[in-house]
């Protein structure tokens, strides 16, 4: 392929800035959580403006793969409990599972979903003070995808097609293509929509988590949960090949044999509940 495609894709990531189907709630969300002084309730009166998107936001946050013992009633309350990144992850995951719904994508919320259970699974496994953010950055692991197979069908469908003549994986054909792969295209849309480290790296790397810098546990937890969930074939995030694990990652989540079949045990019966949040 020819060395401008990945100019040129990058130039259409950058010219988009926002994903054009975000609603103006989310654009101003990211903006206002920038703020040192920004309150809860302030986050909270901002999302509930938009009556569908607080709905869902306050339905994940109710979801029983947090386990809160009282019921979350306010956005507020959300954004106190979980922490204002997780809620402005959970709002740009309730607009991302709109478009990948709207497009047909029901495949792939399942695969995104069964990564981020399966991540906050090991995260609190792993002692994480705060295994909410893994959840999030489960949920929008893939979230490049949206950008490559729903705004530019094109490039989706090269793709595609590509990929079945290959029997390789998704992403190799994305690189053999266009020398970019939905993880780079989710790493800049992460940067664009200012989403802290702890987030934008396990987006970036999830396929590559020893490049992580700074959010190495994170990297690390969402790369073997997406691993997990390929084996467990929950979802499809578009091709059927199970990525390789990384020895280095494993190594740092740290499961051992009974940890591990625990995990498993624990996250195939919270699959059972996927089709709820569909």
Not at 23 to 36: C, D, E, F, T, Y
Not at 195 to 216: D, G, V, Y
Request: aromatic share 6%; glycine share 8%; with cysteine.
């Amino acid at each position: 392929m020819k060395p401008s495609a990945n100019v040129d894709l990058r130039r259409r990531i950058e010219q988009v800035g926002e994903l054009p189907t975000l609603p103006h709630v989310v654009q101003k969300l990211a903006s206002m959580i920038g703020r040192p002084n920004v309150s809860a309730e302030e986050i909270g009166a901002l999302i509930e403006k938009d009556q569908v998107l607080s709905a869902k936001v306050l339905r994940l946050a109710n979801s029983p793969f947090y386990g809160f013992p009282s019921r979350i009633a306010s956005v507020a309350h959300a954004v106190v409990v979980l922490g204002l990144s997780v809620v402005k992850g959970l709002t740009l995951c309730a607009t991302a599972f709109d478009m990948m719904k709207n497009a047909g994508m029901n495949d792939l919320w399942r695969h995104s979903l069964g990564v981020a259970i399966t991540a906050h699974i090991l995260g609190a496994k792993a002692g994480m003070k705060n295994p909410e953010e893994v959840f999030v950055g489960g949920l929008l692991h893939d979230i490049g995808k949206v950008v490559l197979y729903v705004k530019w069908p094109d490039v989706g469908q090269q793709i595609t097609a590509a990929t079945k003549d290959r029997s390789q994986s998704l992403m190799e054909t994305e690189q053999e293509l266009f020398a970019v792969t939905h993880a780079d295209v989710g790493g800049w849309l992460a940067t664009a929509w200012h989403l802290p480290t702890s987030l934008r790296e396990p987006i970036l790397h999830h396929h590559m988590p020893s490049a992580a810098q700074e959010a190495k546990l994170q990297t690390a937890i969402v790369h073997v949960a997406d691993v997990l969930v390929k084996g467990l074939a929950c979802g499809n995030p578009g091709d059927d090949l199970v990525p390789p694990l990384s020895h280095q990652a494993w190594d740092l989540v740290g499961l051992d044999a009974q940890s591990l079949s625990q995990s498993l045990a624990q996250a195939t019966e919270e699959f059972q509940t996927i089709d709820d949040y569909l």
